[in-house]
């Protein structure tokens, strides 16, 4: 079992959790605990593999952008 870098902070009513060495896993819970157990769902939904096979049919543009 591998352990990632979580974070969190409390924001109003909400607690908001990411993690530093899982970029794009973000979060939020209404609880601290509720926080915990999405962020572990985030980082395992980031590590699940894409079946490309799997996803609908559609059209794909790939191209670079300068902002």
């Known amino acids: 079992m591998k ?4 974070l969190f902070l ?7 959790g990411w993690s530093t060495d899982m ?8 609880t601290l605990e509720e926080a915990k ?3 572990r769902d985030a980082i395992r939904l ?13 059209r794909l543009v790939q191209e670079r952008i300068q902002v």
């Open 10 to 16: 409390k924001r109003d009513r909400w607690w908001i």
């Open 46 to 58: 980031l590590l699940e593999p894409v079946d490309m096979k799997r996803l609908p049919k559609a």
């Open 3 to 6: 352990s990632y870098q979580a």
């Open 23 to 30: 970029p794009g896993a973000l979060t939020q819970g209404k």
């Open 37 to 39: 157990r999405n962020l």
